[in-house]
C-alpha cells in the first residue's frame, strides 16, 4: 500500500525555521516527482513546491521562493521541505503529494495526511 | 501564471441531483506534445487530505464512483456529479499542471 507520512510541524515565531519531513513507503520513491501543498485556515489549496524524481529539479511557488527548499533523500524515502524566514501568512497544514510520474508536469494522486504549522508570536 | 476560476463559489444539491462545478484556465492547458489537457480535479473532505478525483481532466482515478465524470478541454473544463450523495459534500478543486506555478482553482464548495 502506497503510503506517506508527514512529521515536523508545529508552533514557530515568525522569521523561525521548521524542517518537514515526508516519509514514504509501498512504491519506488525515486521514480516518482514529489510536490508539497498546502491549505491556510480559511483559505484553498495552494501548491507550494515540486521536486522531481532524481532530485534534479525543483520549483517553487513565488509565494515562498528563497525562503523555503525542497530536497529528498531516495537511499531513505524521504521527501524534505526546509522552511525558514517564517510568516504568519505560512500558517498552513502542509500537505505532501505523489506525482503520476517522475515529471513535476503529473497529478498528484496520493497524498499525506498533513503537518500542521503555525507561525505565532 | 496561469490563472485558474471556477465557478460557482458554492452550490446547495438535493440528494439525487446533479451538481455541476466549472473551472477555467487563463490558457489553454492542452499540450500539443500529448494532445493531453494538463488539468485535474481534487475532492476535499474536512478534516482530510485532497483525493484525486480525474487527471488528464477526464480519467477518472481508481476507485472514483462513475457518477462523478470529467469534460473540457483547452481552457474550459467542468467537474459533474450525476447524482449527488451525502458522502460527496466536499470542496472540489481543479489544478493545472501544464506549467509552474502548478496552480489550483480557489474551490467549490458542495453541499446539501
Known amino acids: 500500500e502506497v503510503q506517506l507520512l508527514e512529521s515536523g510541524g508545529g508552533l514557530v515565531q515568525p522569521g523561525g525555521s521548521l524542517r518537514l519531513s515526508c516519509a514514504a513507503s509501498?512504491?519506488?520513491?525515486?521514480?516518482?516527482?514529489m510536490k508539497w501543498v498546502r491549505r491556510a485556515p480559511g483559505k484553498g489549496l495552494e501548491w507550494v513546491s515540486s521536486?522531481?524524481?532524481?532530485?534534479?529539479?525543483?520549483y517553487y511557488a513565488d509565494s515562498v521562493k528563497g525562503r523555503f527548499t525542497v530536497s529528498r533523500d531516495n537511499s531513505k524515502n524521504t521527501l524534505f521541505l526546509q522552511l525558514n524566514s517564517l510568516r504568519a501568512e505560512d500558517t498552513a497544514e502542509y500537505y505532501c503529494?505523489?506525482?503520476?510520474?517522475?515529471?513535476?508536469?503529473?497529478?498528484?494522486?496520493?497524498w499525506g495526511q498533513g503537518t500542521a504549522v503555525t507561525v505565532s508570536s | 501564471d496561469i490563472v485558474m476560476t471556477q465557478s460557482p463559489d458554492s452550490l446547495a444539491v438535493s440528494l439525487g441531483e446533479r451538481a455541476t462545478i466549472n473551472c477555467k484556465s487563463s490558457?489553454?492547458?492542452?499540450?500539443?506534445?500529448?494532445?493531453?489537457?494538463?488539468l485535474t480535479w481534487y475532492q476535499q473532505k474536512p478534516g482530510q487530505p485532497p483525493k484525486m478525483l480525474f487527471y488528464?481532466?477526464?480519467t477518472r482515478e481508481s476507485g472514483v464512483p462513475d457518477r462523478f465524470s470529467g469534460s473540457g478541454s483547452g481552457t474550459d473544463f467542468t467537474l459533474t456529479i450525476s447524482s449527488l450523495q451525502a458522502e460527496d459534500v466536499a470542496v472540489y478543486y481543479c489544478?493545472?499542471?501544464?506549467?509552474?506555478?502548478?496552480?489550483f482553482g480557489p474551490g467549490t464548495n458542495v453541499d446539501i
Open positions: 503529494a505523489k506525482g503520476h510520474s517522475a515529471s513535476p508536469y503529473s497529478a498528484m494522486g496520493v
Open positions: 521536486i522531481t524524481g532524481g532530485g534534479d529539479k525543483t
Open positions: 509501498g512504491f519506488t520513491f525515486s521514480s516518482y516527482a
Open positions: 489544478q493545472q499542471y501544464y506549467s509552474p506555478p502548478f496552480t
Open positions: 490558457q489553454s492547458v492542452l499540450h500539443s506534445s500529448n494532445n493531453k489537457n494538463f
Open positions: 488528464w481532466a477526464s
